[in-house]
């Protein structure tokens, strides 16, 4: 809608975690980091946790495209508020399994699943499940079931790698059950960005999205690192609204005239 206008090949502030697009922030970049060494080295489970938006989801989607295809196979949970043995229902579908002649018995049900995941270290893929939005899982149940699949082991290394992402509760959910909380090898919280990468993750955006120039004033960008707390989520919204708001007037650049309307017209 605003491309043309602003020299745009692309929307650079959408709201929705990319694979491609992904902020290089130092924490980011550790974040990344240190799930690849959990997943190479089979540490068993790693957990990322940080406020909705600070970009859990986005690297995720760059970690999938960091591994390689014949040796890893990630695959993503995204809704695991479930009973135990809905929770191996749904690993297994993920992996592959349309459930078909099984009789729902949880022993079945996990019999299949060490299978598949003998068959996937055999021919030498590693098998690795990421479980979104953690912090979800009242059950206690289910967070011991998903420390049991590291019960499933091929010789001296785990059959699976879990990587547990979540909002901060997930730290207190997980401190109350000692069994996984000891299983976890790798652990990061992801904080805001501060004001300088608030800069950097801005201009990245729009030289990602085709801009030539700048477009928003150093007064913008400080109100609007103001407003977002530097959590990249917010921090596309109001850039976003910006942009639109800014097609309507036909300035030359946001200033900061233009944020202050954007974050009322959030609000309103």
């Not at 996990?110 to 059950?139: F, Y």
């Not at 977002?228 to 005239?257: A, E, H």
Request: aromatic share 6%; net charge positive; glycine share 6%.
């Amino acid at each position: 809608m605003y491309l043309e206008h602003w020299g745009l090949k692309k929307a650079p502030f959408g709201n929705a975690p990319s694979r491609e697009i992904f902020f290089k922030s130092p924490q980011h970049e550790e974040a990344l980091r240190r799930l690849l060494y959990a997943i190479e080295y089979h540490k068993g489970v790693a957990m990322l946790t940080g406020q909705v938006g600070c970009g859990k989801t986005t690297i995720t989607k760059a970690l999938k495209n960091r591994l390689n295809k014949d040796m890893f196979q990630l695959k993503t949970i995204s809704n695991p508020a479930l009973q135990p043995i809905d929770l191996i229902k749904a690993i297994l579908i993920k992996l592959g399994d349309n459930l078909e002649n099984t009789n729902g018995s949880k022993t079945v049900l996990l019999d299949r699943l060490q299978k598949l995941l003998h068959q996937n270290a055999q021919h030498g893929v590693s098998t690795v499940l990421a479980v979104d939005e953690a912090h979800v899982i009242g059950n206690r149940a289910t967070l011991d079931e998903l420390r049991m699949l590291l019960n499933m082991q091929h010789g001296d290394e785990f059959l699976i790698t879990l990587i547990l992402l979540g909002q901060p509760p997930l730290l207190k959910n997980i401190t109350e059950l000692q069994p996984l909380k000891e299983r976890i090898s790798i652990t990061f919280n992801l904080d805001p960005l501060d004001s300088k990468d608030t800069l950097r993750y801005v201009l990245f955006r729009l030289k990602s999205a085709g801009a030539s120039r700048g477009i928003f004033s150093k007064e913008a960008i400080d109100l609007i690192y103001e407003y977002s707390g530097g959590i990249p989520l917010r921090i596309n919204n109001i850039c976003d609204r910006c942009l639109l708001i800014g097609l309507m007037r036909k300035p030359k650049i946001i200033d900061s005239k233009i944020v202050k309307d954007a974050i009322e017209d959030l609000g309103s």
